[in-house]
T-cell receptor
């Protein structure tokens, strides 16, 4: 398998649930990212990891908790989310120029 | 913070027409990138521009890196139905390590057959 793979593709969760999004890249890239994409808004950077160390947390609420165990895997742990957190969550990786994105997880919070 | 102004926000065209969209910024970028996003998928890189003034083509797509490094345009010639989607410009500052891309708001392209 190549590229950036995100699972699950779709997720519906209640506000009291705990769930995790997974991202895996097979490109040998050193940096990985989480982005949030809401309707009619620009892509919002959430977290940046470089060589599995977090280098940026873009003022993201603590109900979103990232984890990067190695340079190939990135998780986003979710708990007590709000309906306004419903969005497409995109993972990306990079080495030098530009990003390679995954297909995203469509999250719906009910 | 840094912002990219992308226009137009949406376009409705006939199949076969040419398309033009652009991005401007108040900040200088070292690299400009153009992405396309199909429904239910992540953005896919179309063209990357590395030098001010650079003009690059990829099939029916042509993009230019503005001489001031604060703007870029993307042209699509002879549009076809599979060109439908959302097009994003992005500016990149750094050249190594983890990158922060700044994205435009996107241009939604709709094609009438």
């Amino acid at each position: 398998e190549t590229g950036v793979t995100q699972t699950p593709r779709h997720l519906v969760m209640g506000m009291t649930n705990k769930k995790s999004l997974k991202c895996e890249q097979h490109l040998g890239h050193n940096a990985m990212y989480w982005y949030k994409q809401s309707a009619k808004k620009p892509l919002e950077l959430m977290f940046v990891y470089n060589f599995k160390e977090q280098t940026e947390n873009n003022s993201v609420p603590s109900r979103f908790s990232p984890e990067c165990p190695n340079s190939s895997h990135l998780f986003l742990h979710l708990h007590t989310l709000q309906p306004e957190d419903s969005a497409l969550y995109l993972c990306a990786s990079s080495q030098a120029y530009g990003y390679t994105f995954g297909s995203g997880t469509r999250l719906t919070v009910v | 913070g840094q912002q990219l102004n992308q226009s137009p926000q949406s376009m409705f065209i006939q199949e076969g027409e040419d398309v033009s969209m652009n991005c401007t910024s108040s900040s200088i970028f070292n690299t400009w990138l153009w992405y396309k996003q199909d429904p239910g998928e992540g953005p896919v890189l179309l063209i990357a521009l590395y030098k001010a003034g650079e003009l690059t083509s990829n099939g029916r797509l042509t993009a230019q890196f503005g001489i001031t490094r604060k703007d870029s345009f993307l042209n699509i010639s002879a549009s076809i139905p599979s060109d439908v989607g959302i097009y994003f410009c992005a500016g990149q500052l750094g050249l190594q390590g983890a990158q922060k891309l700044v994205f435009g708001q996107g241009t939604r392209l709709t094609i009438n057959p």
